[in-house]
């Protein structure tokens, strides 16, 4: 038994933070941005009060709606954020209420930039032991709520969004295929927010210093992503004999042009073979990865061998092999 994407959803905020507008932010410019990280542009939750589980809630109603899913059938609801709306009370909780997914049990997962990488594991998993028949896996995060908008280092890359997978059985062999995952906390210096947790509770000295938001060594993180992104990539595609002629899409983490674009390299993949909306969207965390199937399902066909690829935060970093189930929609 093979579990299989069988339905996608998404959502992105209306507000679009341009490069333009950082220029007037911080010192940077549309020239730097574009030619270090590819983005363009991306979007903001800006209304208060509304968290990571809006943009969940709205990515999965989305879902929904498309594949006419009763959602009271929904067994499992897994929110892959590294955003949660609160501390304790769980994003996914609030999410299933509001969905109507009233049978279901739920819970968030969180491996900062790998969430919903290790979602789709996890997602997967549930259903390949024959437990669980209807899993929705939503990666969402709302970076907005931890960005200092006075770091050029960290404001220009990230953006807020969601997306939404259904997974379930298939027995005809589509879905997950395979997965290399890894993780190396050594790593967990270099990407953090470290204020605000439980090892180093808010003070006021560190909102003075403007310490709960994210830091990041961008160049260390971009050193061991461009490293590890690719050589699991190609581990995946060794282990199951695949060459690049056979794989129809490679689905990576959009969190900088470059390190896209050295993945591919090393597994010898043309451009039009590589997902990509990093440009209008900047670094969703979590959303990366289902934004992409949203925005490319439209092409994506039955049988169609996609590679999703992910680094981030930890670290945490690793490759699925996924076939294709379902044609596009006439
Ligand atoms: O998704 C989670 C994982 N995260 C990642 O994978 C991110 C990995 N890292 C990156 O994508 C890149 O390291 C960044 C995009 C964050 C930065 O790009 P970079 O090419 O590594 O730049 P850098 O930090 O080495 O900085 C190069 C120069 C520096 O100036 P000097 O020292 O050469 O004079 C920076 O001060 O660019 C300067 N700089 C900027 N200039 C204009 C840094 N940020 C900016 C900016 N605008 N926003």
Redesign the pocket.
């Known amino acids: 038994m093979n579990a299989a994407i069988t339905a996608v959803g998404g959502y992105v905020p209306d507000f679009v933070l341009t490069n333009k507008m950082l220029e007037g932010m911080?010192?940077?410019?549309d020239e730097?941005?574009v030619s270090?990280?590819g983005i363009k542009e991306r979007r903001i939750l800006k209304e208060k009060g509304l968290g990571t589980s809006f943009m969940a809630i709205n990515a999965a109603k989305d879902l929904i709606q498309k594949s006419n899913l009763d959602p009271s059938e929904i067994d499992l609801v897994i929110v892959a954020t590294a955003t949660p709306d609160m501390q304790a009370a769980s994003t996914a909780a609030y999410t299933a209420a509001q969905i109507g997914a009233i049978n279901a049990f739920t819970f968030d997962l969180d491996a900062?930039?790998s969430s919903f990488l290790f979602g789709m594991s996890v997602a997967s998993s549930y259903i390949e032991s024959g437990r669980y028949k209807k899993v929705l896996l939503i990666g969402a995060d709302k970076n907005s709520s931890m960005i200092n908008y006075e770091d050029?280092?960290t404001c220009?890359?990230f953006g807020d969004g969601a997306g939404a997978v259904l997974f379930e059985p298939n027995e005809e062999g589509y879905g997950v295929q395979d997965e290399l995952l890894r993780s190396d906390g050594s790593g967990r210096e270099y990407?953090l927010v470290k204020y605000g947790g439980s090892a180093f509770p808010i003070e006021p000295i560190h909102l003075a210093n403007k310490e709960q938001f994210v830091y990041?060594d961008?160049?260390n993180?971009?050193k061991h992503?461009v490293f590890n992104m690719a050589d699991v990539s190609e581990k995946i595609l060794e282990r199951n004999h695949l060459s690049k002629e056979d794989i129809s899409w490679l689905a990576p983490?959009q969190?900088?042009k470059r390190?896209i674009d050295a993945t591919a390299s090393r597994i010898g993949l043309e451009d039009d073979k590589v997902m990509m909306n990093i440009q209008k969207f900047g670094?969703t965390?979590s959303a990366t990865l289902p934004l992409l199937l949203y925005d490319y399902e439209s092409q994506l066909k039955k049988g169609d061998k996609i590679i999703f690829a992910a680094?981030?935060?930890g670290f945490n970093w690793g490759a699925l092999y996924l076939t294709w189930a379902y044609n596009p929609s006439a």
Not at 26 to 29: A, D, G, M, Y
């Open positions: 911080v010192e940077t410019n730097w941005i270090r990280t900062a930039c050029r280092a220009i890359i990407l990041q961008g160049k993180v971009f992503a983490h969190a900088n390190i670094n965390t680094f981030g935060g």
